[in-house]
């Protein structure tokens, strides 16, 4: 072979191992940027109507909830969780959106909420970051420019959905009567189990379409009626369920006149919590609901191991809104009592190196926190409008304090019952506006110091050496009155309570 030939071949084989070489490193990096710029998958399970007080985690040594457990174990709990509207249309239209309720103007008298917030919410947001989003469960509110759309709740947001899972109304135990979920009925006829059947479905959907994706599980455990999954009937068969200090009606005597004058204090008997033996008989139902979706969960956790995507996939836990079960001598919910209003928060983030994996945190934070931790883990800038912060940076340390208040809303049911109510890192302050002279009930004030009194047994509001403490609560609630009046929408008769609840006591 000619000379020059030998040295040309061998010029272009030089040529081709080194390009090869190149392409090969190349892709080794484009390899690694795309692991180093991988986005987290995001599981957000939420309950309806769980008292803060119902795991172990939070100090109830009556309850099983072993999945819950593992979650508290391997990530942070927040002992201060609140819910800034204590009702579940109101709270899920805030969880769903990071905004207080006279911003999405959102409750059962008030009205649906509005496509302009529903276009900031949080599953809009990451879908168009590249997100595939699912849902099932009990949506709760109605997205509406006009005031129809109840009891279609879910109907039009559903098509915002790359999974759909949800029903509208209260939705049903029985997985048969819920449309969507029909074809679980047979294996999962309870409707939490079938919650977690639906959620392993999308995420093997998600890894085979190799996207990262959000579900959202919301439950109907463990609101009313009563109907637990019978296959964990022997549960709590045989348990005997504690008291909290601040059980019965002589619990709630201190509390203003307001308080008792809603559907919370006939509930105190006409659901059995004044009988030891019916209160234990409500309290394992309750409790075995609970216990249904930590099952569910496991079901969820169990699968994510299974795809060996459990590395990669942050779990966020909370409730729409706390539950009485007696305390204060009342049932229910709404009142933003501690009871009512707090509720169980647990976020795992397994990438996270400097987590405190099994940590608490003592930080006040609420319901629409939730939804910019959300964006933030998916890298999506928390839009301005937003009420809520992250709360990232709780996981890098427990100490840090994300907000100096938090307010507590409630404008639904009897007007007697509406009041605004402020928080910070130890007080909390309620004030109820209602008045009715001829039956001596005036406008009042309550101060509670949470942190030496949880259980809110003493009012401080007339002690005379918490004045100081009393007109700093004070000012923040005007802050917070003030910020109602120049954000809060004009619509849906929210634009009136900033003169309702304008403080008419003297300093």
Not at 83 to 97: E, P
Not at 310 to 322: K, R, V
């Amino acid at each position: 072979m000619n000379l020059n030939k030998i040295n040309r071949k061998m010029n272009y084989l030089c040529v081709l191992y080194m390009s090869l070489i190149v392409g090969l490193l190349g892709l080794q990096s484009c390899n690694s940027q795309t692991d180093k710029e991988k986005k987290p998958n995001i599981i957000f399970f939420f309950t309806d109507d769980q008292a803060y007080d119902t795991q172990k985690d939070y100090g109830n040594p009556n309850t099983k909830t072993p999945n819950l457990d593992v979650l508290a174990q391997n990530g942070v709990v927040f002992k201060r969780n609140y819910n800034t509207t204590a009702i579940c249309m109101a709270s899920r239209a805030n969880v769903m959106t990071g905004l207080y309720e006279y911003k999405t103007g959102c409750n059962f008298d008030h009205g649906p909420l509005k496509t302009k917030q529903w276009s900031t919410s949080y599953p809009i947001l990451l879908k168009e970051a590249g997100y595939r989003v699912g849902f099932a469960g009990k949506f709760g509110f109605s997205v509406s420019d006009t005031d129809e759309g109840w009891g279609e709740e879910g109907e039009v947001a559903k098509k915002d959905f790359d999974f759909w899972g949800g029903s509208p109304g209260q939705t049903s135990y029985k997985t048969i009567e819920n449309k969507s979920m029909a074809k679980y009925a047979q294996e999962y006829p309870h409707s939490s189990r079938s919650y977690g059947a639906a959620t392993i479905d999308f995420i093997n959907e998600s890894v085979k379409s190799n996207e990262p994706f959000c579900m959202s599980v919301f439950f109907k455990a463990p609101h009313k009626p009563a109907e637990p999954d019978p296959v964990f009937d022997t549960v709590y068969k045989n348990t005997v369920f504690r008291k909290l200090p601040n059980y019965g009606r002589e619990a709630g005597k201190h509390l203003a006149e307001q308080s008792r004058m809603g559907r919370q204090y006939p509930r105190f008997v006409d659901w059995g919590y004044d009988k030891d033996e019916t209160y234990q008989e409500e309290l394992r139902k309750y409790n075995q609901l609970i216990y249904g979706v930590d099952y569910s969960i496991g079901m969820v956790l169990e699968q994510l191991k299974k795809l060996n995507i459990d590395d990669n996939t942050i779990i966020i836990f909370s409730s729409d809104n706390g539950y009485f079960n007696g305390s204060h001598g009342l049932g229910s919910k709404v009142l933003p009592y501690e009871e009512g209003a707090r509720t169980p928060l647990i976020i795992v983030d397994p990438r996270y190196t400097k987590i405190h994996k099994g940590s608490s945190t003592t930080s006040i934070t609420g319901n629409v926190d939730i939804t910019a931790t959300i964006l933030d883990f998916a890298g999506i800038n928390i839009p301005s409008i937003y009420d809520g912060k992250s709360l990232r940076p709780v996981l890098d340390n427990p100490n840090t304090r994300i907000r100096a208040s938090l307010p507590i809303i409630q404008v639904w049911g009897p007007k007697a019952t509406h009041c605004l109510t402020v928080m910070d890192a130890q007080y909390k302050y309620v004030f109820w506006y209602y008045e009715d002279k001829e039956k001596g009930i005036h406008p009042t004030e309550e101060l509670f110091d949470i942190v030496n009194d949880p259980y809110e047994m003493v009012n401080l509001a007339k002690q005379d050496d918490h004045k100081d403490q009393l007109n700093t609560m004070r000012n923040l609630y005007d802050e917070q009155l003030k910020h109602w009046k120049n954000e809060g929408v004009q619509y849906h008769g929210y634009d009136k309570y900033t003169s309702i609840f304008k403080r008419e006591i003297s300093k």
